[in-house]
T-cell receptor, first 114, second 114 residues
Framework: GNSVTQMEGPVTLSEEAFLTINCTYT??????LFWYVQYPGEGLQLLLK?????DKGSNKGFEATYRKETTSFHLEKGSVQVSDSAVYFC?????????????FGSGTQLTVLP | DTAVSQTPKYLVTQMGNDKSIKCEQN?????MYWYKQDSKKFLKIMFS???????INETVPNRFSPKSPDKAHLNLHINSLELGDSAVYFC?????????????FGDGTRLSIL
């Protein structure tokens, strides 16, 4: 079945550093892929998505490219800010009969220091 | 105009008690979910309802009982609370349960069992 493996954290960076959070997936077909972000004390928010191979999702300076050759959807940002400190989750849909749900990676805690 | 709202935000109670968490969404979505997030941020789906019909019921103790009075509401009742139930519970919704649909999350209910 579909599954996602996410880079273990935590990750600590200085402001303006380059960020990569790795995510690889196993899937039947080419499902949509998602990155969610969870700021402290809040629920998850959709950060970006890609719906097909070679698509690039982008939002708030973050990018991720759907690469079927390497079954990856790594999250990148060229210059992180303190306000980017959060937990990041990679996700993809799975289905069982008529039911659909998202399966999430284990989450990567990012801390950006001023 | 909160999209997915949960109440209460914090719930502190003693072992053995019965408690309920309420969730409402004003997005017009027809699918709602309950997730449990543990202290390591790992997210596990518990239940999903589509148009008031239960479509996902993961391996969850039968002390947990969801109820959907209409498609905008999904409540979670927990009987005989145990220490291991301490976690953050998130409600989410999506339009349809299709494979490409993102989910919108509430801010969570932080349940602490004394």
């Amino acid at each position: 079945g579909n599954s996602v493996t996410q880079m273990e954290g935590p990750v600590t960076l200085s402001e303006e550093a380059f960020l990569t959070i790795n995510c690889t997936y196993t899937a039947t077909g080419y499902p949509s892929l998602f990155w969610y972000v969870q700021y402290p004390g809040e629920g998850l928010q959709l950060l970006l998505k890609a719906t097909k191979a070679d698509d690039k999702g982008s939002n708030k300076g973050f990018e991720a490219t759907y690469r079927k050759e390497t079954t990856s959807f790594h999250l990148e940002k060229g210059s992180v800010q303190v306000s980017d400190s959060a937990v990041y989750f990679c996700a993809l849909p799975i289905s069982s009969g008529s039911a659909r749900q998202l399966t999430f990676g284990s989450g990567t805690q990012l801390t950006v220091l001023p | 105009d909160t999209a997915v709202s949960q109440t209460p935000k914090y719930l502190v109670t003693q072992m053995g008690n019965d408690k309920s968490i309420k969730c409402e969404q004003n997005l017009g979505h027809d699918t709602m979910y309950w997730y449990k997030q543990d202290s390591k941020k790992f997210l596990k789906i518990m239940f999903s309802y589509n148009n008031k019909e239960l479509i996902i019921n993961e391996t969850v103790p039968n002390r947990f009982s969801p109820k959907s009075p209409d498609k905008a509401h999904l409540n979670l009742h927990i009987n005989s609370l145990e220490l291991g139930d301490s976690a953050v519970y998130f409600c989410a919704s999506s339009q349809g349960a299709g494979l490409g649909q993102p989910q919108h999350f509430g801010d969570g209910t932080r349940l602490s069992i004394l």
